[in-house]
């Protein structure tokens, strides 16, 4: 039993920055694998293909990754319940939330994977993928979408984990997917010529393997939580709990990442280069992003269970001591992204021109690295307490009234440039800090949270 127990990190007792270090860590090297499919897709295809199907890659798989951050943000409903029930010492309604959490999810991957096959013409027409680059942006996102399934069952399956402070299995996962991947890419593009077939191919087939491992090892784990396969069905009360969480969460990423599906929709109209140059940096980004991604997941968790053992004023400090941490890394990431960018494109591609338009973007982008630590700190605060509805606003608000028409006039200002476009994205976590500092004021004078 004491074996056991040490696997999952309890948030409401010893030191904050220990607690919060030793979570985060395993979340952000999960990230960084996960991150490391669509990064491996477009280095092998860029390696063994052209400009065309290195956009079809870019543009496909910023599509895909849209849907699964926002199956990752609903997830994180149960993430925050699940943790609340452990902080309140209740593992039978958190095993009822697993069960609720496995059936719900079932529903949403059914119904994702016949739309998205249905439409997925129609998707590549809305994104504006360039000519050459049509039909295999279509080929991607139909591969990619038959195994919708496949990709929820994995991230469902760690943000359970992650409820009940385990983010160490969700790293092991997620490691065997990457090397599986980063095979079946060298295998199907590399040796086969599959082009981009054989990246998405190769993306879902490891993703399939992920998820095999980890039930195999959740069954000899154990967790605590209450849960028997009779449990499997919904509970209306613990649906209730997840989806006011989730929904709003899910809402607000999908307003986040529609409005980076319009900024690539803008620069595809700028010409090929211009596309690769973004799909590449886009690449970059995302692994630029996992640092303040994997900090708002461990304030989340952290103050959901200290949220759920009465302990406020703990989640605070815990909500500043992970703030204060991220922009510490965040600096040092931004110097990377803004000095070495064309270092960081050349690993991707040969192509000189897109590497230029590459590094260019980056520029404009990287001094968010170190402002959204402070944004993701505190929509991770909010998430943590059940309380998503500021996130929901902020997020719709900043993506339809700042960054898109803040990118829309960098594009056509005279000279635009990427590097132009790029700086959208800085200015919108700006509107969002001072956005939650409005909302932290306002909970400090009304309910005292802050």
Do not use: W
Request: aromatic fraction near 8%.
């Amino acid at each position: 039993m004491g074996r056991e127990e040490k696997k999952e990190i309890s948030f409401t007792e010893g030191p904050i920055f220990q607690s919060l270090i030793r979570f985060a860590l395993p979340v952000l090297g999960a990230l960084v694998l996960q991150a490391a499919y669509g990064a491996v897709d477009l280095l092998v295809v860029g390696r063994f293909g052209n400009a065309a199907s290195v956009s079809a890659v870019g543009t496909g798989s910023a599509f895909m990754q849209m849907v699964t951050f926002v199956i990752t943000s609903l997830a994180m409903g149960a993430t925050v319940i699940i943790g609340q029930h452990i902080g309140e010492k209740k593992p039978r309604a958190a095993g009822d939330a697993v069960g609720t959490t496995i059936i719900l999810f079932t529903v949403i991957g059914i119904v994702l994977t016949v739309l998205l096959e249905v439409f997925a013409g129609g998707i590549a027409r809305i994104l504006q993928v360039p000519e050459q680059s049509f039909d295999q942006a279509v080929t991607y996102i139909r591969i990619c979408s038959a195994g919708i399934l496949v990709i929820i069952a994995y991230n469902v399956i760690s943000g359970i984990l992650r409820g009940v402070g385990n983010a160490n299995l969700p790293f092991i996962f997620v490691g065997i997917a990457c090397v599986v991947n980063i095979v079946g890419d060298l295998l199907l593009v590399g040796l086969l010529h599959m082009d981009v077939a054989g990246a998405a191919i190769a993306t879902i087939a490891a993703q399939g393997v992920s998820v095999v491992a980890s039930l195999a090892v959740l069954r000899r784990q154990k967790l605590p939580i209450s849960f028997s396969k009779e449990q499997c069905r919904i509970y209306q009360g613990e649906l209730r709990l997840i989806l006011n969480v989730g929904v709003p969460i899910a809402l607000q990423e999908a307003m986040v990442q529609v409005s980076f599906l319009v900024i690539n929709t803008i620069i595809n109209k700028m010409g090929l280069e211009q596309s690769a140059g973004y799909g590449v940096a886009q690449k970059i980004v995302s692994f630029i992003m996992l640092v303040p991604s994997s900090v708002m997941q461990s304030v989340s968790a952290f103050v959901a269970q200290n949220v759920g053992a009465g302990k406020k004023d703990r989640a605070k400090k815990g909500l500043f001591t992970a703030m204060i941490t991220g922009i510490s890394v965040g600096i040092v990431i931004f110097c990377a992204g803004f000095f070495g960018g064309g270092v960081l494109s050349s690993l991707f591609i040969d192509d000189p021109e897109v590497i230029a338009q590459s590094a260019s973007y980056l520029r404009g982008f990287s001094v968010d690295c170190i402002l959204t630590c402070v944004l993701f700190s505190s929509i991770g605060y909010f998430n943590g307490y059940g309380n998503s509805i500021p996130v929901m606003v902020q997020g719709i608000s900043s993506a339809f009234c700042i960054r898109i028409p803040v990118s829309i006039l960098m594009s056509k200002l005279p000279g635009a440039s990427l590097m132009m476009v790029g700086m959208a994205t800085p200015i919108t976590t700006v509107y969002g800090i001072i956005f939650f500092v409005i909302c932290f004021a306002r909970l400090k004078k009304k309910q005292g949270y802050i």
